[in-house]
């Protein structure tokens, strides 16, 4: 079965800093999908920064950026110049394609704190 | 547009009760989701659906759960009898297709006391 682990349950930096929030997973699956999704206080999720498995080159989307270690099952996430806005809760999640059904799985979230 | 649309955005029920939640998608979304979020447990998926079908409820917790989608920009989320673990956020999620970006509505929270 698919897993996605978040280590880190709360994480803080400092305004302007960068931080790193880990993510590993476990499959045996060659092709899948990873996200990383953002959920501020306000509670709406949104997504953040999504990675294909079959791509070797790491997303980046402006001061979020991945490292992506496929053989090491590992899909972190680096927030450069970290803001104010950026504290929320941070999901990795999984996605597969089995039998024509898309599976889906979450980490449990670290939740990141950016201090002024 | 207005993104996805969760209603209602609280609700408090006695153990028993029927609860249903609600969700709109985003016009032109062909895929629908239902996520349950709690602190113990974190996000899970419920079910989703592709074009009007559901294509995996094997996270629906037990037959207490139903969820339908009448029509192509509507959802509903039902729990009967509804119980106090029951009590959690439920996010309803669409996109384009069911590899693409999610959009996740406000979420609703709901208490079964």
């Known amino acids: 079965a698919q897993t996605v682990t978040q280590s880190q349950p709360e994480m803080s930096v400092q305004e302007a800093e960068t931080v790193t929030l880990s993510c590993t997973y476990d499959?045996?699956?060659?092709?899948?999908?990873l996200f990383w999704y953002k959920q501020p206080p306000s509670r709406q999720m949104i997504l953040v920064i999504r990675q294909e498995a079959y791509k070797q080159q790491n997303a980046t989307e402006n001061r979020f950026s991945v490292n992506f270690q496929k053989a090491a099952k590992s899909f972190s996430l680096k927030i450069s110049d970290s803001q104010l806005g950026d504290t929320a809760m941070y999901f990795c999640a999984f996605m597969k394609l089995t039998s024509g059904t898309y599976k889906y799985i979450f980490g449990t979230g670290t939740r990141l704190k950016v201090l002024a | 547009d207005a993104g996805v649309i969760q209603s209602p955005r609280h609700e408090v029920t006695e153990m028993g009760q029927e609860v249903t939640l609600r969700c709109k998608l985003i016009s032109g979304h062909n895929s629908l989701f239902w996520y349950r979020q709690t602190m113990m447990r974190g996000l899970e998926l419920l079910i989703y659906?592709?074009?009007?079908?559901?294509?995996?409820d094997s996270g629906m917790p037990e037959d207490r759960f139903s969820a339908k989608m009448p029509n192509a920009s509507f959802s509903t989320l039902k729990i009967q009898p509804s119980e106090p673990r029951d009590s959690a956020v439920y996010f309803c999620?669409?996109?384009?297709?069911?590899?693409?970006?999610?959009?996740f509505g406000p979420g609703t929270r709901l208490t079964v006391l």
């Open positions: 499959t045996s699956e060659s092709n899948y999908y």
């Open positions: 999620a669409s996109s384009l297709d069911s590899s693409d970006e999610q959009f």
């Open positions: 659906f592709n074009n009007n079908v559901p294509i995996d």
